[in-house]
């Protein structure tokens, strides 16, 4: 090896540690990629979904205002209190 050598015995030179962090970032990519293509082959067909109950459609619409309020109180908030820093 040119240039990198273990200082002291049983260290990793920076070219062993690179090389194991490709090998292990693809090992990720691979499996990810193999449980992403097992979850789609195992999937059940969609059906239609037109006979829910109108009560749940609504829950769901109120449930989803109340979120996007709070996160924008949120937000408001956050930007509030950095601006004040500049007073």
């Not at 090896?1 to 070219?15: A, N, V």
């Not at 090998?23 to 990519?29: C, I, N, P, Y």
């Amino acid at each position: 090896m040119t240039g990198h050598q273990p200082t002291r015995e049983g260290q990793h030179t920076m070219s062993q540690s690179i090389r194991s962090r490709q090998t292990l970032r693809l090992f990720a990519t691979l499996t990810l990629t193999l449980l992403t293509m097992t979850a789609w082959l195992r999937g059940d067909r969609v059906t239609d979904d037109r006979g829910s109950d109108s009560s749940e459609k609504a829950f769901m619409i109120i449930l989803a205002i109340a979120i996007g309020t709070a996160v924008s109180l949120a937000a408001v908030g956050f930007v509030a209190t950095k601006t004040a820093l500049f007073k």
